[in-house]
């Protein structure tokens, strides 16, 4: 085989990069089955872990790259971690030097594979997603392709303001999404974080059907443990990412760190699949829509959970929440009733909390017993000493 010659067929590649996802080799999209119960609304997960470095970001990098101007510069970026170690693979790959700066506060595993890829590593002292353009990791940037001094010496390819950030999805994630779901998706869920993600897919999924809707997730706070988020609301406009279309957006949901811990812990632990916390943020937001709503949705997982150990380590050494005992009288009701005020129920609830039903006729309890089933919930009942039925389950 030549140097620039490849098969997906048979996996054999001649360079690391070309792995990255492309149409003909798309990331894989994974159905969600216990942690989402709603049977009208499946939530399918695009997996970026697959690509070659781990993440959403390798997309972006190549793309940004390959549009660069490099000659004898140094390639220097901010970053949270996932685009420095994506450019810093690239660039290991074709031979061009490159210096990354990271928040101090980003995992100590991701400091310590850009530190594995030989590049120069800056830490700054500051948030995870800085506000303002001239603090913190990017503010070094900054002025390393800005000064008198070393602007010769360096180029960024600038991730919050490069179109081809946003190029990467419109012409590789959108319509990988599209022909995966048969062009069923009827909703899309993304973080905010440089805003290439939501921008590039929202703008192709609107193209192939404009009813399909974009949910953009962000923290609840500013202050935040969630890597690559960024929370949008209340920024003024100079200080949101340039490259975000806000014309493709439907909705913004907020979540806290807890939640989003949580949701990523879950679905680990009834799933099987291992996501780092901001997936565990946008999966948080999609099940808020799961309990009520129907069509067919994809959640955009960025990366994987081992860049996070460190972080999961506080989460997961505090006792998971229990829920008291919810009980719900139905006995004045009487069928169909039951049923359609039980599905009312059962759509409000939180995933692991238990609710009881009280139910006065045995129509009523096979009726309730089948939605359950059929919703793939396990249900257990006792005839109580009034002759009514006790229905308990967790969802």
Aim: charged share 25%; net charge neutral.
């Amino acid at each position: 085989m030549g140097n620039n010659d490849f098969d997906h067929k048979l996996r054999v590649y001649s360079d690391i990069t070309q792995l990255i996802a492309s149409l003909d080799n798309p990331t894989p999209l994974v159905r969600i089955n216990r942690l989402n119960t709603n049977k009208n609304f499946p939530l399918y997960i695009k997996l970026e872990r697959y690509n070659p470095f781990g993440s959403v970001k390798d997309r972006v990098a190549l793309s940004m790259l390959k549009g660069l101007e490099v000659g004898d510069k140094t390639v220097v970026e901010p970053s949270s971690g996932n685009t420095g170690i994506a450019l810093a693979s690239i660039a290991n790959a074709w031979g061009i030097p490159v210096e990354i700066a990271v928040p101090e506060k980003v995992p100590d595993e991701k400091k310590v594979m850009l530190k594995l890829l030989g590049v120069k590593l800056t830490e700054a002292d500051d948030a995870l997603c800085p506000l303002f353009p001239t603090e913190g990791a990017r503010g070094l940037v900054n002025a390393l392709i800005k000064s008198p001094a070393t602007k010769d010496k360096y180029v960024s390819p600038n991730q919050y303001e490069n179109e081809l950030n946003v190029q990467a999805h419109y012409r590789g994630t959108g319509p990988e999404i599209w022909r995966q779901t048969n062009g069923k998706i009827t909703h899309f869920f993304a973080g905010y974080g440089t805003c290439g993600t939501i921008t590039g897919v929202g703008r192709y999924l609107k193209e192939k059907n404009p009813a399909v809707k974009i949910i953009g997730v962000e923290p609840m706070y500013l202050n935040h443990k969630l890597p690559g988020m960024k929370r949008i609301t209340g920024l003024a406009e100079e200080y949101i990412p340039k490259i975000l279309d806000r014309s493709v957006i439907d909705d913004s949901v907020a979540v806290t760190d807890e939640d989003a811990y949580k949701v990523a812990i879950d679905l680990a632990r009834k799933d099987g699949v291992m996501v780092g916390p901001t997936t565990g943020a946008i999966l948080a937001a999609a099940l808020k829509y799961a309990r009520v709503g129907k069509g067919l949705a994809v959640v955009i997982s960025p990366d994987d959970a081992f860049k996070y150990t460190s972080f999961y380590r506080e989460f997961l050494n505090v006792e998971p929440e229990t829920h008291s005992l919810k009980t719900v009288d139905l006995c004045g009701f009487v069928c169909p009733a039951p049923k359609v005020k039980a599905v009312e129920v059962i759509e409000a609830m939180d995933a692991g909390e238990t609710v009881e039903l009280i139910l006065g006729d045995k129509d009523s309890l096979k009726s309730i017993i089948g939605e359950l089933k059929v919703r793939g919930i396990k249900a257990a009942f006792k005839q109580t000493d009034d002759g009514n039925f006790a229905l308990t389950f967790t969802k």
